[in-house]
């Protein structure tokens, strides 16, 4: 069957995955625009305050074993905000579907945050995470191993007053980049998804002088 000319393909895939003390509306700018190019997108949300991150990343498994067991989709890709990350990055470690494809971490805490560490004393009870994404290096994010996927791209924020830009890499990524912004409102650049879609599609992050954005190695 010939695909008409402007409709995207129907066999991949994107599930996206919000952050702390966010909801799925945040990533509704970002899903908009990846929907151009793929015909399926899931905004997939979770209540992230009250529990633990691995009772998110276990319940994200189970939705990747399920997408994954359907054998609809060539491949499986995912793009995350902020603790989303972390949420996916204990998914994978739990499941890593077969098709995996591409791996987009948006302003990840990858190596804590200071203003967790500096909130959880206070709303640690009541607020899990804030405790676990604290960015000593003992702490709960910063002792977990690294992803085993090969194609991850990191998109930090310049200024992002949660989550210092070099608090986003892990050492295994395959490009980084820092992009103008701040921590949430990266999310609603046109420039955000415009790379998220590159990477996806070509596994690197577009360069282009005179864009705003900073080279991968630059921090």
């Known amino acids: 069957m010939i695909q008409p000319v402007g409709q995207p393909p129907n066999d991949e895939l994107v599930v996206l995955v919000h952050g702390l003390a966010a909801h799925r509306v945040v990533m509704g700018r970002l899903a908009w625009s990846l929907r151009e190019q793929y015909a399926r997108v899931m905004n997939w949300g979770y209540s992230s305050l009250w529990s633990r991150i691995e009772r998110h990343g276990r319940a994200l498994a189970g939705l990747l074993e399920r997408l994954d067991g359907e054998g609809k989709h060539s491949r499986i890709h995912l793009v995350t905000h902020s603790m989303g990350g972390i949420v996916a990055r204990l998914a994978l470690a739990e499941y ?3 098709n995996f494809g591409r791996f987009v971490m948006i302003a990840p805490p990858n190596r804590g945050s200071h203003m967790a560490a500096r909130l959880a004393p206070f709303l640690g009870r009541v607020c899990p995470p804030l405790v676990q ?6 702490s709960f994010v910063c002792s977990l191993p690294l992803p085993q996927v090969t194609e991850l791209g ?9 989550v210092h ?4 890499r892990l050492g295994c990524e395959r490009d980084h980049i820092v992009l103008p912004g701040l921590h949430s409102s990266l999310l609603w650049r046109r420039e955000t998804a415009e790379q998220v879609r590159h990477f996806l599609e070509h ?4 360069r282009q002088s005179g864009a705003g954005f ?3 190695g630059q921090v």
């Open 96 to 98: 890593l579907p077969r």
């Open 133 to 138: 994404l604290g960015n000593h290096e003992a």
């Open 154 to 162: 990191i998109i930090a924020a310049k200024t992002d007053f949660l």
């Open 165 to 168: 830009h070099p608090n986003t």
């Open 203 to 206: 596994g690197e992050f577009r």
């Open 214 to 216: 900073q080279p991968a």
